[in-house]
C-alpha cells in the first residue's frame, strides 16, 4: 500500500504565493498519475491538477495559469505551486495517487489534506 504526507498548506493574503508537496512510500510497483484535490466548506471535492507518469499535467478551469502540478519521480513526491491566490482557493487540499501493486493490480490513495486559506 501506499502513504501520502502532505505538507505546505497554511494562511496566505490575496496575491500570495504557496506551495504543497505530496510525498508517497510504502510497497507499490510504480506510481502513476499523481494530483491535487480540494474541498471548501459545504461543496464537493473538486479536481485541481493532475500530471501522468510522463509529466502531462491538467489543470481545472479555477487554476489554469496560476498554479503549477510538478513531480519528482525519484523522489515519489508531486508539488503544487500556487500563485495569486484568491480567497475562493481557501478549502482542504487533498494529494492523490494512482499506483501498482507488486501484483500490478492498480489502487488508488488519498493523502489526510492540508489546509489553504487565505484571506486579508
Known amino acids: 500500500q501506499v502513504q501520502l504526507v502532505e505538507s505546505g498548506g497554511g494562511s496566505v493574503q490575496p496575491g500570495g504565493s504557496l506551495r504543497l508537496s505530496c510525498a508517497a512510500s510504502?510497497?507499490?510497483?510504480?506510481?502513476?498519475?499523481m494530483g491535487w484535490y480540494r474541498q471548501a466548506p459545504g461543496k464537493g471535492r473538486e479536481l485541481v491538477a493532475v500530471?501522468?507518469?510522463?509529466?502531462?499535467?491538467n489543470y481545472g478551469d479555477s487554476v489554469m495559469g496560476r498554479f503549477t502540478i510538478s513531480r519528482d519521480n525519484a523522489k515519489n513526491t508531486v508539488y503544487l505551486q500556487m500563485n495569486r491566490l484568491k480567497p475562493d482557493d481557501t478549502a482542504v487540499y487533498y494529494c492523490n495517487v494512482a499506483f501498482r501493486l507488486p501484483t500490478m493490480e492498480l489502487r488508488g490513495a488519498w493523502g489526510q489534506g492540508t489546509q489553504v486559506t487565505v484571506s486579508s
Open positions: 510504502g510497497r507499490f510497483f510504480s506510481i502513476n498519475r
Open positions: 500530471i501522468t507518469d510522463g509529466g502531462n499535467p
